[in-house]
């Protein structure tokens, strides 16, 4: 009995030492987008964990001129997970707070945290996981946001690495 | 018997006069000192042109003094700071280059090379990620890095402090900026990046015709055209792209980018310190002021000419998986791969990089040695 017992916690250890291994060594080799600031949980995310949430999808035209398909999670989704004072919670104070979105090559945008809540705002912004059924390219992905109706998309910003939630203090 | 009287008198009870004056001298004399110990480092004003923008961070615990300053500037142009005295951050960094030194690499204290290009020091306060591979997020950071390198200034910290206190000239400046003539590693970091924070390039001839004090000439106007305009062959604009990265009027953003230098990378660059794949070679887009004073090119010196940098852009760019989007099939003639600026059309973008030379920060004497103006005192 005590041979068995000591036979499953062995194996049980390997098993979680070699899950260990494989999701230190997967994580090394995928890239992560945090979610941080004024949240009452701090996100981690990676490819497999957005899976997760609800998909969606929008048909804009890029800056080729061509319409393509982006597919991924409505940001305020993510927000929403993260513990952001969305929805009902979007007033007084917390209409000054801003989302600063940084990419990997160092370059940021901003949106209002009410220019993301669809209460306010009639589009959804999207983190875009796919573009045309295909993962998004290097350079561009894994993730991207898409602001349909921005006619510009300087603020569609591409490897976000990113995502903070702060207060404007001016 | 009454003159005797007198003296005595005289003698034992000094007149009201002389202790009135006595009592005054003792308080004033409390008074210097005690205004000299508690005496505050007056504040130091940043001039730079309204365009600039206010988006800087000078850290809550290092405001910017005139005499944080002077000590720095001081600090800056010291050898006792290097291994065997023998280098200053000015070795590498030398005001008429706009603080560069005109090497591809280095040398330092020991005599091996750095593994880098030296870089400007010109609006570094405006700057929020350091080095080429942007780790240090501050001056004060930042500045650890080349006074303890081995291929640099090669000396740790703790041997500088011991060498500046015994001096005679710095205890009393550093209680002058800091308040404590205990000379500190930190103190020594601070004063270092308020001297760095001070120097401001904005007064080049691009400022000039900014501020609509100078009429540039035709060919450096359709060199700035060039340098501004995305090329766009169907609406027949021709451009070189330069301002994706190196827009606005500080001339850098605050990006990393693979610029097509190489295929594989003997210098990881950014990689090294953020260990994400999608950043190696990778580098900081760095500011292009006075870059007709910074050659040689590029994170590790490789041209010598402004004009390899022009072919660079134009004509050699290298494939690799991390090489930045915006160099990757940008043309004047539609469906091209290249840029396909002519010659001419280089020679204008040269002229317009001219612009940016700014001989008033190359000959600023506040950014100047300070120690040769104590000598001669």
Redesign the interface.
């Known amino acids: 009995m005590s041979r068995f017992t000591l036979h499953v916690r062995i194996s049980l250890w390997l098993l979680l030492f070699s899950l260990g291994l494989s999701v230190s060594g997967f994580s ?2 995928t ?1 992560t987008l945090t979610i941080t600031g004024e949240v009452t949980t701090p996100l981690d995310l990676t490819l497999q964990k957005l899976s997760a949430f609800k998909q969606v999808s929008q048909k804009v035209k890029d800056r080729d001129g061509k319409e393509h398909e982006f597919k991924g999670v409505a940001l305020i989704e993510l927000l929403e997970k993260a513990g952001v004072t969305t929805g009902s919670k979007l007033r007084g104070e917390n209409l000054a707070k801003y989302v600063l979105i940084k990419a ?5 945008v901003i949106y209002s945290l009410a220019e993301i809540d669809p209460e306010f705002a009639s589009q959804v912004i999207i983190l875009a996981i796919e573009k045309d059924g295909q993962p998004l390219p ?3 992905g894994p993730f991207r946001i898409i602001t349909p109706n921005d006619k510009k998309p300087a603020r569609w910003i ?2 976000v690495r990113s995502i903070k939630v702060a207060f404007a203090k001016d | 018997m009454r003159r005797g009287f007198k003296r005595t008198k005289f003698r034992t009870y000094p007149s009201g006069w002389f202790f009135t004056g006595l009592m005054a001298c003792f308080f004033l004399f409390c008074g210097l000192t005690h205004s000299f110990e508690n005496q505050k480092p007056t504040p130091y004003t940043l001039r730079y042109p309204a365009n600039f923008g206010g988006r800087y961070t000078i850290p809550e615990d290092n405001p910017i003094t005139k005499e944080g300053v002077y000590l720095g500037r001081l600090l800056f142009y010291e050898k006792k700071l290097s291994a065997g005295n023998s280098i200053s951050c000015e070795s590498c960094h030398l005001q008429k280059l706009a603080f560069t030194d005109g090497k591809a690499l280095s040398q330092g204290a020991d005599g091996s090379l750095t593994t880098r290009s030296a870089m400007s020091l010109a609006n570094l306060l405006w700057v929020r990620n350091f080095f080429w591979d942007g780790r240090s997020p501050n001056l004060e950071q930042q500045a650890a890095f080349p006074l303890t390198n081995v291929h640099e200034m090669g000396q740790p910290l703790t041997e500088s402090v011991a060498k500046l206190r015994q001096t005679a000239l710095y205890p009393p400046l550093f209680k002058a900026a800091f308040g404590s003539d205990i000379i500190t590693r930190d103190y020594i970091l601070k004063a270092l990046a308020q001297f760095e924070r001070t120097l401001i390039s904005s007064d080049s001839r691009y400022d000039r015709y900014l501020a609509g004090t100078y009429p540039p000439t035709a060919q450096e106007l359709r060199g700035m055209a060039l340098f501004q305009n995305a090329p766009n062959p169907q609406k027949l604009i021709r451009g070189a792209n330069c301002e994706h990265c190196h827009g606005g009027v500080k001339t850098f953003k605050e990006l990393f980018h693979n610029n097509g230098l190489d295929s594989t990378f003997s210098d990881n660059g950014r990689q090294n310190f953020t260990n994400q794949v999608e950043d190696k070679g990778r580098f900081r887009v760095p500011t292009l002021r006075n870059i007709m004073l910074t050659a040689p090119y590029m994170h590790d010196g490789r041209f010598q000419r402004i004009e390899q940098v022009l072919d660079h852009y134009n004509e050699h760019i290298l494939e690799s998986a991390t090489l930045s989007s915006f160099l990757r099939d940008v043309s004047n003639e539609t469906n091209g791969k290249k840029l396909m600026l002519t010659k001419s059309e280089k020679t204008d973008i040269i002229s317009f990089l001219s612009m940016l030379t700014d001989s008033a920060f190359i000959t600023n004497p506040e950014f100047s040695n300070p120690h040769l103006t104590l000598k001669s005192q």
Do not use: F, I, L
């Not at chain 1, 990997?104 to 940021?108: I, V």
């Open positions: 090394q080799n890239s990997a090559d160092g370059y940021e290097a350079g561009e591409r490897e």
